[in-house]
C-alpha cells in the first residue's frame, strides 16, 4: 500500500500551526488507538499512521525537511518506527499531560487504588464455586480454603526491619513513576527499584524480605444470597491480598456456577418442572401430589380435559425474591400405554365408537401450540 502524505493523515494544511497538528493528532489517537478497539488490525495501522505523521509534522527541522524533500526528507532524522507505537501503548496503565482525563474516561485509568494509610491497596482475588441448584435458590454458606498474602507479623506490613526506615527512591525520586514520551503522549509505568511506591527499604525485614507480605491459605464462611443466578459474582470485601507497605486488603471475588437439576429448571423467579399423567387422568381430571423443589409434597388438581403439554401454576413454590416468591409452573405430560391388557383394550376400543373418531384430522396451526 502506498503511503499516505502526512498532512492528508491528520487531515490539517502545511500552513497549520502546532496546536491544530497537536488537536488533529489527539482525535485521531483518540479514535484509533489499539486499546480501543483490541483486535482491529485497521484501526491499529491508523494509529501508527497518525503517530508518525505527528512525530514528523510536530517537529520544526523534520517538518521543514518533509515539506523540501518528502518521505525521502526525513529518512535517518530519528523519527520513532511507527511499528513499535501499538506495543508502546497497548499496555499502558495511564496517560499523563493534558489528555490524562480524556484517557482516564476511555481506558478506565490507572490501576493500583490507594488505601487510607497510603500504601498501595492489594490485589484482587478470584475463586469460582459450583453450587448444588438447590442450594442457589434457598441460599445457603459454603466454607471455601484458598491462599492470599497476609501482612507480616513481624514488620505489620512495612517490609522494613526492626528500627529501619525508608528513604525516597533513587530512580523515580520518590514518584514511583517512571516515565517515557512518544509523541505528545507521555506514558508512565511503575518504577521497578520500588515497586510503585516512591520509597525503598534501607533494612528490608529478614521474614518477608522486604515484601510486607506472606502467602497464607485461609478457610472462610460465604454466604449464598435465595435466588442467586449461575454466574453471579459476589464481593467479600477485603479478603483478598495485602498491600504492600502496609496498604489495605483487596477485595474476593466468588464467581458462582450452579449445578443443572434433573427434575427442575429457572427462568427468573418461576421454576418449572414436568410430570408424566395417565390418558384418563387427562380426560377425567385427578387431584395428584408432586414433590417440590424443596421436598414437600402438594396436591395439585389437574382439571379435565387436560392437554399434553399443559402448563399448571402453582403460586409462591419459586425462587424466594426481596418482595415475592415466584411461581412453580408443571408441565402435564400426558403418557399412552405401550401396551394393554385385554380389558383395557376392550374398555378403548369401546370408547373409540362411543366417541367416534376423526380419520381425516386437519394440521394444528403453528400458533395454537404450547412451548
Same mark, same amino acid.
Given at each position: 500500500m502506498a503511503k499516505r502524505d502526512y498532512y492528508e493523515v491528520l487531515g490539517v494544511q502545511k500552513n497549520s500551526s502546532k496546536d491544530d497538528?497537536?488537536?488533529?493528532?489527539?482525535?485521531?489517537?483518540?479514535?484509533?488507538? +489499539?486499546? $480501543?478497539?483490541?483486535?482491529?488490525? #485497521?484501526?491499529? *495501522?491508523?494509529?501508527?499512521e497518525a503517530t508518525e505523521a505527528y512525530e514528523v509534522l510536530s517537529d520544526d527541522q523534520k517538518k521543514q525537511a518533509y515539506d523540501q524533500f518528502g518521505f525521502a526528507g526525513v529518512e535517518g532524522m530519528g523519527s520513532s518506527n511507527p511499528h513499535d507505537f501499538s506495543q508502546a501503548f497497548r499496555g499502558f496503565e495511564d496517560i499523563f499531560g493534558d489528555f490524562s482525563g480524556i484517557f482516564d474516561t476511555i481506558f478506565g485509568g490507572g490501576s493500583g487504588r490507594r488505601s487510607s494509610g497510603g500504601g498501595q491497596q492489594g490485589a484482587n482475588l478470584r475463586?469460582?464455586?459450583?453450587? +448444588?441448584? $438447590?442450594?442457589?435458590?434457598?441460599? #445457603?454458606?459454603? *466454607?471455601?480454603?484458598?491462599?492470599?498474602?497476609?501482612?507480616?507479623?513481624?514488620?505489620?506490613?512495612?517490609?522494613?526491619?526492626?528500627?529501619?526506615?525508608?528513604k525516597v527512591c533513587p530512580t523515580c525520586k520518590g514518584t514511583g513513576q517512571i516515565r517515557q514520551s512518544a509523541g505528545f503522549f507521555s506514558m508512565s509505568s511503575p518504577c521497578r527499584s520500588c515497586?510503585?511506591?516512591?520509597?525503598?527499604?534501607?533494612?528490608?525485614?529478614s521474614e518477608c524480605g522486604g515484601?510486607?507480605?506472606?502467602?497464607?491459605?485461609?478457610?472462610?464462611?460465604?454466604?449464598?444470597?435465595?435466588?442467586?443466578?449461575?454466574? $453471579?459474582?459476589?464481593?467479600?470485601?477485603?479478603?483478598?491480598?495485602?498491600?504492600?507497605?502496609?496498604?489495605?486488603?483487596?477485595?474476593?471475588?466468588?464467581?458462582?456456577?450452579?449445578?443443572?437439576?434433573?427434575?427442575?429448571?429457572?427462568?427468573?423467579?418461576d421454576l418449572y418442572c414436568a410430570?408424566?399423567?395417565?390418558?384418563?387422568?387427562?380426560?377425567l381430571g385427578a387431584e395428584i401430589h408432586v414433590s417440590t423443589l424443596d421436598g414437600k409434597t402438594i396436591k395439585v388438581k389437574i382439571p379435565p380435559g387436560t392437554q399434553n403439554g399443559k402448563l399448571l401454576r402453582i403460586r409462591d413454590e419459586g425462587v424466594p425474591a426481596s418482595s415475592r416468591r415466584g411461581n412453580?409452573?408443571?408441565?402435564?405430560m400426558v403418557q399412552v400405554p405401550e401396551k394393554l391388557s385385554r380389558r383395557g383394550r376392550e374398555l378403548m376400543e369401546e370408547l373409540s365408537r362411543v366417541e367416534g373418531e376423526n380419520n381425516s384430522p386437519k394440521p394444528i396451526p403453528l400458533s395454537e401450540l404450547s412451548d
Open positions: 497538528i497537536k488537536k488533529a493528532y489527539r482525535k485521531l489517537a483518540i479514535q484509533y488507538h +489499539p486499546d $480501543k478497539n483490541p483486535g482491529n488490525k #485497521t484501526a491499529e *495501522e491508523r494509529f501508527k475463586y469460582d464455586i459450583e453450587i +448444588p441448584f $438447590k442450594d442457589a435458590v434457598f441460599g #445457603t454458606k459454603v *466454607e471455601i480454603q484458598y491462599s492470599r498474602n497476609e501482612a507480616c507479623p513481624p514488620c505489620k506490613g512495612s517490609g522494613a526491619a526492626s528500627g529501619a526506615g525508608r515497586g510503585g511506591q516512591g520509597e525503598i527499604i534501607e533494612k528490608p525485614c515484601a510486607g507480605t506472606q502467602k497464607k491459605r485461609q478457610k472462610i464462611m460465604v454466604t449464598i444470597p435465595p435466588g442467586v443466578d449461575h454466574g $453471579k459474582r459476589l464481593i467479600v470485601p477485603r479478603q483478598g491480598d495485602a498491600g504492600p507497605a502496609g496498604g489495605t486488603e483487596g477485595d474476593l471475588y466468588v464467581f458462582i456456577r450452579v449445578k443443572p437439576h434433573e427434575f427442575f429448571e429457572r427462568q427468573g423467579e410430570v408424566p399423567i395417565s390418558v384418563t387422568q387427562a380426560s412453580l409452573y408443571i408441565k402435564m
